[in-house]
């Protein structure tokens, strides 16, 4: 029986270790603050979980928050410009929006109740030939810490040098939610864009805005505005910005009721989307393998962090079962396993960033066409394989318009 | 809907050819010579189809020779030497074997009868253009004809610059079946191995010995007598090599009653082990993509081939069906989807046939004493990705015997 340690705590690292609990392998997680502390830290992130990640959560045990009581799903799409876009996409199975500072410390607390040892320990670079001989593996699945930077980046169009986006993400009250219950995703070309998630919070069902503003593109303020200097200036800062350019989210906005949930529930900055190198040798002849942020920074653009982090956990935990040794034939395996998924996630976020291409411009046109089109589209969020397969090319994103023009 | 050609008629080519008929794809398989021309022609292969093999057949409702039936359940083995082995393993599901004679013209008249489009033509190298510019996707599944040499070798273990084997495959009468019913494994260290197989043919059950004889090695007598020449001379070499190298099959044979079953069932030669491209461009922008021996040329030693060119087409058939643009990211996704079954089988099978490194002697000395590790050795037959796992370093060997050892 191997034995696996795991430096980080988040959905990546948590999933890991609960899927190597499951086949009752020795797993050690380390992370840099107790689990329980995260309730009471600002707000981490607003990442809904797709059907293929609340499965693997069904499968774990951990789903204490069902997708039936509060779950979405549809996407309601629009896009700005002369001739404005709206139109709504359907999920086959529910999406859920769950506030992280309930979920991970509660899946933490699972691991820990199924035998799982965690550590509280700030890790030195210095330490990790001291992990690595103690583990037969050592996966690293945090972004942040002196142990993200041990795998190379990567260069390539996932992987960019600055921030794309300015970034502010919040919980709010004053929002009606979308009838059908869903995210509302919405393009001002050039500007930036608005993705509003239900989200279950400890207050209960509220509403996530998260502002993506292209630097100098005229939002930067929602960014830049401190709801700690000016909690006034800043609600104005995104309601101006909401009626003028996100007209969809604003119209069920009351003004005199919108209001950040705590001071807390917001969080401002940007990351640099980022695609690593899968695995490292470590000095002694064994290997420390990435997953989620450690492996794949992705912006939230389309959501897609918290799942290939889980889904990039599956694949490793499957690896880990499957196979007799953790050598470099063992994190190759891994490496062309997760590709696919993974890697498409991280291009399909990286393109969406970028000025739309005629062809992105298109399929959206073709979206608001197609209502075939537009579910395939919002159920991909799930399978971003598949939907980096229809957005890759110019040829591919007309291949799958015509098929559903045809139908 | 996509339009495929497919360049070649063997297990390869009939298998992707009636997988895409499944989905109703447009298909035309080139091959060069009516596949019913086939059954009176020379033996051209005594490669058994493992378990997996057989589940794909059935779901294609090709199978007319059910494995309960004609099939085996054990592989017997002997392993020369001052202190010989002999150990049975014993498979989870039958595998069976059926001259390639009745096998292949049945699959092609199913294709046929399912609206697939069968051309036979002698194509040359300067008519790719046309075939690529009548078909959205050309895949290549021959590794002989002038299509084959498309791709370019890959330098690795399993590609080899000359044969390691001379071979000789033979259909006999005269051979008492083994008990279980199985294949015999005798491995004659320094010299070859003889692989004797229970396979149904035309003139019903009979004795399939596939001898491989090492260059120099003292057997090359047996892949050097010509039986067109003197039948006596060469059933006298035969038997000769038996009695005195492969006692477990030579125990049952009766000599008065061991001959070939006709004078066109048994072929002699060699090959030489080659992995190649997975894909290459064509004038015009569009791929062509190798399966099967186009792509990877195994000697039998393990009896891989077939087995991995219909799994090479069912990665195919699936990324066709799931696919929108048959583009080089398509190409590249089928080489990552297939690597860890078609390139393991190709390395396991090199390894093989090189003089066996201490971990593989470690190997077969654990297999005779653990019936557990020499049940999965034996199924694993059909999952060479499981197999290349196990031999693949002398510290996966290790392992592999550890958990066997321990349970």
Redesign the interface.
Known sequence: MPDVGIVGAGVAGLHLGLMLRAHHIPVTLYTDREPKAAASARLPATVAHHAPTLRREEGLGVQRWPADAHGYGSHHHYVGGPAPLRFRGDFTAPSRAVDHRLYLPALAEDFQERGGQLRVAQLAPSELELLSGRHDLLVVASGRGPLSGLFPAVAGPATHRTPARLLCAGLYEGVTPSDPKGVTLSLAPGRGEVIEIPILTAAGDVTALVFECVPDGGADAVAGTDPRDDAGRFLRTVLGELAVHHPTVHERVDPAAFRLTGPLDVVQGAIVPTVRQDYVALPGGRYALAVGDAHTVVDPIVGQGANIASYSAQIVADAVV????F?E?FCR?VA?RR??VVLGAARWSSLMLRPPPEHIRDLLGALSLHKSAADTFTDNFGYPD?QW??V??P??TR??VA?HTAA
Chains 1, 2 share one sequence.
């Open positions: 499957e196979d007799l040794a050598d034939m395996r062309r590709a696919d598949r397969r229809i890759a090319t040829e591919r291949a799958f098929r």
